[in-house]
């Protein structure tokens, strides 16, 4: 539960955008989020309220520091009543599925609701316990308003090794 929170606590802002070349278009299937980190956005965050400018982390790796850097913007506050939904599979085992209040998870990062629009900087440092075990994790965290409008969603995948 508590690496599901670590890893969680790195998925809040967002934006992508479509191009165009030459007059046709360019077919970007990149859902990468922008900076050193191995997240990745579930579809185009083109209407997200939440627009990540960049997420660097540090190693990840059991045992180590896990250093968060994440910048992004708030197209609108979030109040109270904004949840998300969270998913952490080991392999194919699912861990964790729930829905939970966002604002409290926002505890996890030292921020809290309401989230004031415009530009948001999160910087964390956490320990990640010597005994997580080897594996491929995967998270999922899909954010909502209160009245159910896209937040964001993000999923990473990470290979702990021993």
Do not use: W
Not at 95 to 113: A, G, M, S, V
Not at 139 to 144: E, K, P, Q, S, T
Request: include cysteine; charge should be negative; aromatic fraction near 8%.
């Amino acid at each position: 539960m508590k690496l599901a929170t670590y890893l969680i606590t790195i998925a809040f802002p967002s934006l992508a955008a479509a191009g165009f070349f030459g007059g046709q278009t360019v077919i970007d299937d990149d859902l990468s989020v922008p900076g050193k980190n191995p997240l990745s956005y579930c579809q185009k965050p083109v209407d997200d309220i939440i627009e990540i400018d960049h997420v660097d982390l540090s190693e990840i790796a059991a045992g180590k520091t896990l250093t968060i850097e994440a910048v992004g913007n708030f197209t609108e506050e979030v109040v109270e009543g904004a949840y998300i939904f969270i998913t952490v599979k080991y392999g194919l085992i699912t861990l964790l599925h729930t829905k939970e209040d966002f604002c409290d998870q926002l505890k996890n990062i030292d921020k809290e609701c309401p989230v004031k629009k415009g530009k948001t900087v999160v910087t964390k440092d956490v320990e990640l316990p010597k005994q997580i075990p080897p594996g491929k994790y995967t998270v999922l965290a899909d954010a909502y308003t209160a009245d159910d409008r896209k937040l964001t969603c993000l999923t990473a995948s990470v290979q702990f090794k021993r």
